[in-house]
Structures are given as structure tokens and as C-alpha cells.
């Protein structure tokens, strides 16, 4: 916060300054000249504070790169929960349950592991076998 102050007042000077010179420059060409030079003093004191500012104030505390990851993940398994539920359901299997679980590591999304919880009234091995022929995904299948 310092810093802004600072920085304000640095610029309201320098404009004051640079007001005051303006009017006293002389007319004509001599006089456009002199406008330029008090131009290029505004840019540079404009800028010279930020020269020996620590932009690291600044830094968020906020990892864009693990949200990102995290929220792969997440699509990544809705994504297998959805096919996984919606080829049950073509197969008649009701009242399913499924959980995945995915972690990323580099730029590749692997799935650890699949578990799907069916009623009793269905054979585990059966849905197994389903969900393996139709997806290629090896599950656990829970009976509850």
C-alpha cells in the first residue's frame, strides 16, 4: 500500500512540474521541442518507481496449476461414473452405485480404480463381465 502512495504523489509532482514548464516554454518550433523532453519525463517518471518494486507483494496464494489438475480429475472421473452408469442402465441394472477414482500425473489421467455397488439381486460377476466387455474398465463390483 506504501507503495501506491508513494507513487501518487511521485505523479501528481511530476505533473505539477511538468505543467509549470510547459508554460514557460517558449513558442514555435524551440517550444515543441521543449514538449517532448517534458513528455518523456512524465513516461520515465511514470516508470521509475516500478524499477525497484517487489512484485512478489503481488503473488497470489491461489496454485492455477493444482486447481487445474484438480478439476481434470474431477471431470475425468465424472466422465467414467457417467459411461459406467449409463451402460448398466442399457443392461437393465438398476440402482447402481458407482465410484471412481482418478489421479493425474504429468499430462496423462489414469483411472486408479472403479467400484460399483449393486443390489443383491444381481450377480456380481455378471456385472463385472458388463462393464468390462462394454468399457474395458476392470471394476470391483460390491453386492450390498
Known amino acids: 500500500m506504501e507503495f501506491v502512495k508513494s507513487w501518487t ?3 501528481c509532482l511530476t505533473l505539477i512540474i511538468s505543467a509549470v514548464f510547459s508554460l514557460v516554454s517558449p513558442k514555435g518550433t524551440m517550444g515543441r521541442f521543449y514538449k517532448v523532453i517534458i513528455s518523456i519525463f512524465i513516461f520515465v517518471s511514470l516508470l521509475y ?3 525497484d518494486f517487489d512484485f512478489s507483494e503481488f503473488k497470489s496464494d491461489f496454485d492455477f496449476e493444482s486447481e487445474f489438475e484438480t478439476t481434470q480429475e474431477d471431470l475425468a472421473q465424472m466422465q467414467v461414473e457417467n459411461i459406467i452408469k449409463s451402460v448398466l442402465t442399457e443392461n437393465n441394472i438398476e440402482n447402481a ?3 471412481c477414482s482418478v489421479y493425474q500425473q504429468s499430462d496423462e489421467l489414469s483411472v486408479e480404480n ?3 455397488t449393486v443390489p443383491e439381486k444381481y ?3 455378471d456385472v463385472r ?3 468390462l466387455d462394454e468399457t474395458g474398465v476392470a471394476a470391483e463390483v460390491v453386492v450390498k
Do not use: E, L
Request: net charge neutral; proline share 6%; no cysteine.
Open 114 to 116: 472403479v467400484t460399483v
Open 49 to 51: 518507481p516500478f524499477v
Open 9 to 11: 504523489v511521485s505523479v
Open 97 to 99: 452405485d458407482v465410484k
Open 123 to 125: 450377480n456380481a460377476d
Open 129 to 131: 463381465r458388463t462393464i
